[in-house]
């Protein structure tokens, strides 16, 4: 009896996807709501509004209208991560605060890896997400041609 096939789940989870085998299973793109461009929540700091737009440009089409509290809370918890950076940076290791302080930042990176890994910010992140990965933005490899040996029987070409 054969073995029963893997769901695209335990594809994506084993990491043998592949888009030239395994695209009929992605859902038909563009079958959720209506996607809208986020638009740039009111009460953001500069800082956070800088963070914002960056934000924006790396998600591209992927940002949409529904996702806008996440994003905000993204911005938010970049710009309370580089505080944090800065604060350490004048710490010596033996300061009173020094210790609270690296729970803090430990928790402002745990939120933004969180967070971060919702919007398939890093590219191990993307292939969990199936929404994001259809077969054109998949790479094809070119395969090169091998370069004949001297175990070759015949040359190439003849």
Not at 62 to 76: H, N, V
Not at 114 to 127: E, I, M, N
Request: aromatic share 4%; hydrophobic share 40%.
């Amino acid at each position: 009896m054969a073995r029963p096939r893997k769901t695209l789940e335990q594809l994506f989870e084993s990491g043998t996807f592949r888009s030239d085998r395994h695209a009929h299973l992605l859902p038909p793109a563009g079958n959720d709501l209506p996607c809208s461009r986020p638009a740039k929540p009111a009460g953001l700091t500069a800082e956070e509004r800088a963070k914002w737009e960056a934000l924006m440009a790396a998600l591209g089409p992927a940002a949409s209208g529904k996702d806008a509290a996440l994003l905000t809370e993204f911005c938010r918890w970049a710009s309370r991560g580089d505080l944090l950076a800065s604060a350490i940076g004048g710490m010596t290791p033996g300061d009173a605060e020094y210790g609270k302080t690296i729970i803090a930042a430990a928790i402002c990176c745990d939120k933004l890896l969180a967070l971060s890994a919702r919007f398939g910010l890093s590219p191990a992140d993307r292939l969990k997400l199936r929404t994001l990965i259809t077969t054109a933005a998949l790479p094809r490899g070119k395969v090169a041609a091998r370069q004949p040996s001297k175990m070759d029987l015949t040359p190439p070409g003849e």
